[in-house]
C-alpha cells in the first residue's frame, strides 16, 4: 500500500491507501486482498517473528506498483527527478519479499514490484529510462500510461499464460539494469526493455514491467492464485 497525504470528502490526512482495480482483480481471480500498510513516519515496521507471522497469515503476494525505490539501496545516487520514494514502504517491501521468497510463498510483482523483486535479489536499475532510449514510449508523462508491444520468452510462465506477443499498458521511468540473482528475463519490449522475469527456483515468482490491473486483465493473478492453492492446507 502507499502510506500518503490522501484527500476524500471534506478530509486531507494522512492515509494508507491501494487503487482499486489491485482489489478488483484480486476478487475476480478467486483471491481475498488483504492490506498491508507501511509505518508511519518514524515507527518501526515488521521484523523478526512480526514479519514471519504477517507473512505466514498470507497465501501469496502481490507487490504493487507506486513510487520509485530509494536509489541507495542498488548503490546508486538518487536523480533529483525521481519521486515518490518512502523509506518505510522500503522496508516492509523487502521484509515481505525476502520472507515470501524463504516460504516459497507465490509472488506476483507489478511494476514498483517487479523492481523491488530486482533490487531485493541484488540487482539494480536505470534511473532514467528515457534518457537511455531517446523515448518517453514507456511512461509518456507522469501519470500517463503508454501501449507497449512485448515478445514473451517461449517456455515461459509469462507466454503460457498470455502468449507469445501482446500490447500491454506500461507506466515508468525506471526499468531493470543489472538483473537480480536467479532471475531470468521472460519478456522484452520492442526497445530491448526487460518487462518480466520470473524466478525458476521458486513454485511461482512472476515480475512484470506493466500494470495488468489497469485494463482488468485477471489471468496472472488467476495463475497466481492456482499456485497459491497447489500447497494450500485442506479445511
Known amino acids: 500500500m502507499y502510506r500518503q497525504t490522501t484527500s476524500w470528502w471534506a478530509w486531507e490526512r494522512d492515509a494508507a491507501l491501494v487503487p482499486g482495480r489491485y482489489l478488483d482483480v484480486v476478487e475476480d481471480a478467486g483471491g481475498q486482498p488483504v492490506l498491508l500498510p507501511p509505518p508511519g513516519e518514524g515507527v518501526a515496521g515488521p521484523t523478526g517473528e512480526s514479519l514471519e507471522r504477517l507473512v505466514g497469515a498470507l497465501d501469496a503476494l502481490v507487490l504493487i506498483g507506486g513510487g520509485d525505490i530509494e536509489a541507495s539501496r542498488y548503490g546508486q545516487i538518487p536523480d533529483p527527478r525521481n519521486g515518490g520514494a518512502s523509506d518505510q514502504r522500503d522496508d516492509l517491501e523487502f521484509g515481505l519479499l525476502a520472507e515470501a521468497l524463504r516460504r516459497d510463498l507465490p509472488v506476483l510483482a507489478v511494476c514498483r514490484g517487479l523492481q523491488v523483486l530486482n533490487v531485493g535479489l541484488g540487482g539494480d536499475l536505470v534511473q532514467q529510462l528515457s534518457e537511455a532510449l531517446g523515448s518517453t514510449a514507456h511512461q509518456p508523462r507522469a501519470g500517463a500510461f503508454g501501449t507497449v508491444t ?86
Open 150 to 235: 512485448v515478445t514473451a520468452e517461449e517456455g515461459s510462465a509469462v507466454g503460457r499464460i498470455l502468449g507469445d506477443r501482446f500490447d500491454v499498458l506500461c507506466s515508468h521511468h525506471q526499468a531493470i539494469g543489472a538483473l537480480g540473482e536467479g532471475l531470468v528475463v521472460t519478456a522484452r519490449s520492442e526497445d530491448g526493455v526487460i518487462e518480466a522475469v520470473e524466478h525458476p527456483g521458486h513454485r511461482f515468482v512472476v515480475g512484470v514491467q506493466w500494470h495488468p490491473e489497469e485494463d482488468r486483465d485477471v489471468r496472472l493473478f488467476e495463475a497466481l492464485v492456482e499456485a497459491a492453492m497447489v500447497d494450500a492446507p485442506s479445511s
